[in-house]
């Protein structure tokens, strides 16, 4: 029944190390998103993928590195882990086009915590 | 630059009337949303506007002035679960939709 769901919930590491996320929706949508929401709560836009293309790379550091098998997988990859890090991962997907209104709907979000 | 501006927080008291406003300006505009986030949680859907006016949904209304770059979410007859973070975001064109930083609804009893 989960719409986009999210692996792990919680992710607890060191820093150097090197870990991914994995979102997964079964929407049928044609675009997926990567948020980061830091301690203060301001969501903001990494990553987007419409139909496994990547759309939309914001100013991210390439240590993060999405991966999309398919439309309906997006995974994050992050190397040499940075206290800086630490935040919440949200998955997002949307059904897009001119004359749709795209409704994103999010995962339940990965804790990530860097110590 | 892109901005969406909404105040920080808000208090309010169960059974009244709330209106959280949000400014923006984007270089682009293809609708506005507001979505509700309870702490801990994922943020949820509830309203988009694309033309002037008013949207009115149940207990929430939604409201957009494209030459003022502005918005509310009116929130009626508060409940105690309206204590949420309410998040105004812009689509900008193509796929790119920004998010203000929240406003932080407490209800008090």
């Known amino acids: 029944d989960t719409a986009v769901s999210q692996t792990p919930k919680y992710l607890v590491t060191q820093m150097g190390n090197d870990k991914s996320i994995k979102c997964e929706q079964n929407l049928g949508h044609d675009t997926m998103y990567w948020y980061k929401q830091d301690s203060k709560k301001f969501l903001k836009i990494m990553f987007s993928y419409n139909n496994k293309e990547l759309i939309i790379n914001e100013t991210v550091p390439n240590r993060f590195s999405p991966k999309s098998p398919d439309k309906a997988h997006l995974n994050l990859h992050i190397n040499s882990l940075e206290l800086g890090d630490s935040a919440v991962y949200f998955c997002a997907s949307s059904q897009t086009g001119q004359a749709m209104v795209d409704t994103q709907y999010f995962g339940p979000g990965t804790r990530l915590t860097v110590l | 630059g892109q901005n969406i501006d909404q105040p920080t927080e808000m208090t309010a008291t169960e059974g009244a009337i709330v209106q959280i406003n949000c400014t923006y300006q984007t270089s682009g505009f293809n609708g506005l949303f507001w979505y509700q986030q309870h702490a801990g949680e994922a943020p949820t859907f509830l309203s988009y506007?694309?033309?002037?006016g008013l949207e009115e949904k149940g207990r929430f209304s939604s409201f957009l002035s494209r030459s003022k770059g502005y918005s509310y979410l009116l929130l009626k007859e508060l409940q105690m679960k309206d204590s949420a973070s309410y998040l105004c975001a812009v689509r900008t064109g193509g796929f790119k939709t920004i998010f203000g930083a929240g406003t932080r609804l407490f209800v008090k009893a």
């Open positions: 506007n694309v033309l002037d």
